[in-house]
């Protein structure tokens, strides 16, 4: 779960990045336009994945594994 929240985070904020960069926005033109269903689902869900990862903040860390 942390890694598939990670991984949607990354996705929104290379988004971003190129929105901020270029005025891109590479979801909206994947999809079909912000407004689309398809494009509105995958901004929720890297919403949502941010909520998620504030708690990787908290998280006691653990040993690596080697």
């Known amino acids: 779960m942390d890694r598939l ?4 985070v990354i996705i929104g ?6 929105i ?9 033109s994947l999809f079909g336009g912000q407004a689309s269903l398809l494009s509105r689902i ?3 869900l890297v919403g949502i994945a941010g909520a998620y990862c504030i708690s ?3 998280r006691e860390r653990t040993a ?3």
């Open 42 to 44: 995958v901004y929720s």
């Open 5 to 8: 929240a990670l991984i949607l």
């Open 20 to 28: 901020g960069l270029f005025q891109f926005d590479l979801v909206a």
């Open 13 to 18: 904020a290379l988004n971003w990045g190129l």
């Open 56 to 58: 990787l903040l908290f």
């Open 64 to 66: 690596s594994r080697e």
